[in-house]
């Protein structure tokens, strides 16, 4: 019978789990179960205090935590993870904020930066001094273009991409025909509403959908895409 009703042994005293001591507890008196739940109230109140207390400590400048768990995504961020050519998944964030080198500065806040079979995988992340941090956004950069090339993670059109898209973005204003010229990006990847690829001696990218070509960042951003029939 005492195995029956919920663990080995050979006496017959109740344990942990049996029949007995679930009856037990579900037939106490109402009031005994209504102190027992107002005993448990301040437990709960304490730990929402020590909480507010340790986010109140907390300053941006102080350095992020290193658990992915506790990071949200922001919209923006969901949105660019669904772009083709950008090379950032849910995985390599994590494996940033646990593994990556901490960047910090007064425009942008704290980076985490980690390297990878050649290429740099950057995550900006936010509200670091509060209790819900966020994942502001992310990218890829080339760390070093042989080690991306002989990585079995990167053909050559990925490698080129990642260097095409980053030089775009590290001055939106100004055209980088020679930064374009010698890359080779055939599958395309997406800047604001366009579709981009490029090919050897082009000093521009185009557009795969209304065919516009761009030289800079600031260019492809500011024009809408309309497809063939806008052009």
């Not at 940033?96 to 500065?105: C, Y």
């Not at 273009?145 to 775009?168: K, N, S």
Request: proline share 8%; net charge positive; with cysteine.
């Amino acid at each position: 019978m005492a195995s029956r009703q919920g663990g080995p042994g050979g006496d017959d005293s109740p344990r942990p789990g049996s029949t007995e001591r679930r009856t037990a507890t579900t037939t106490e008196p109402a009031g005994s179960r209504r102190r027992s739940r107002r005993r448990s109230a301040p437990l709960s109140l304490r730990a929402e205090a020590d909480d507010a207390r340790h986010s109140a400590g907390r300053t941006p400048e102080d350095p992020p935590i290193r658990d992915p768990g506790l990071y949200a995504l922001t919209d923006h961020f969901r949105k660019r993870l669904e772009q083709p050519g950008r090379y950032v998944s849910t995985r390599t964030v994590s494996d940033a904020i646990r593994r990556g080198q901490l960047r910090w500065n007064r425009t942008d806040g704290w980076r985490f930066a980690l390297i990878e079979g050649g290429i740099r995988f950057v995550v900006v992340v936010g509200d670091t001094e509060t209790n819900s941090p966020v994942v502001v956004t992310g990218w890829t950069e080339i760390a070093d273009r042989e080690a991306a090339l002989a990585a079995r993670r990167w053909d050559p059109v990925d490698v080129d991409t990642i260097a095409v898209r980053a030089a775009l973005s590290e001055s939106a204003s100004t055209p980088i025909p020679d930064r374009i010229r010698p890359r080779t990006v055939t599958r395309p990847f997406v800047v604001g509403e366009h579709r981009l690829e490029t090919e050897p001696g082009k000093p521009y990218v185009s557009c795969t959908d209304c065919g516009c070509r761009f030289r800079s960042k600031e260019a492809i951003t500011a024009r809408g895409c309309h497809g063939r029939s806008g052009r």
